[in-house]
């Protein structure tokens, strides 16, 4: 299994990111994909979640109305578009394949499957 997260960068306050999550190794329509993120001197947290057909979504509150999750099983390639930042999303962002084909509760990664995530920097 292979996760490799991509978009990531230095933005202000208010601007937008797309990051990308693409996947190999395992057959990507058959699982549910989350994203989490891990902050400076944070715990990772997870913040979405997406099922393997794209109809049931969740969202952590923290980012809800601002974060859009999303996924193309063509491309075997998730995305979370994020829109309005705060400095307080600065954080570096992973993704994972969830155990099964939805997370309704969020994503747990029970897999233990991570990407080197990619960084996303959010000036005031």
């Known amino acids: 299994v292979q996760l490799v997260e991509s978009g990531g960068g230095l933005v202000q306050a208010g601007e937008s990111l797309r990051l990308s999550c693409a996947a190999s190794g395992f057959t990507f329509s058959h699982y549910a994909i989350g994203w989490f993120r891990q902050a400076p001197g944070k715990e990772r947290e997870g913040i979405s979640c997406?099922?393997?057909?794209?109809?049931?979504?969740y969202y952590e509150d923290s980012v809800k109305g601002r974060f859009t999750i999303s996924r193309d099983n063509a491309k075997n390639t998730a995305y979370l578009q994020m829109n309005s930042l705060k400095p307080e999303d600065t954080a570096v962002y992973y993704c994972?394949?969830?155990?099964?084909?939805?997370?309704?509760?969020?994503?747990?990664?029970?897999?233990?499957?991570w990407g080197q995530g990619t960084l996303a920097i959010v000036s005031s």
């Open positions: 997406i099922s393997s057909s794209g109809d049931n979504i």
């Open positions: 994972s394949q969830e155990d099964s084909n939805a997370c309704p509760l969020g994503p747990i990664n029970a897999l233990d499957t």
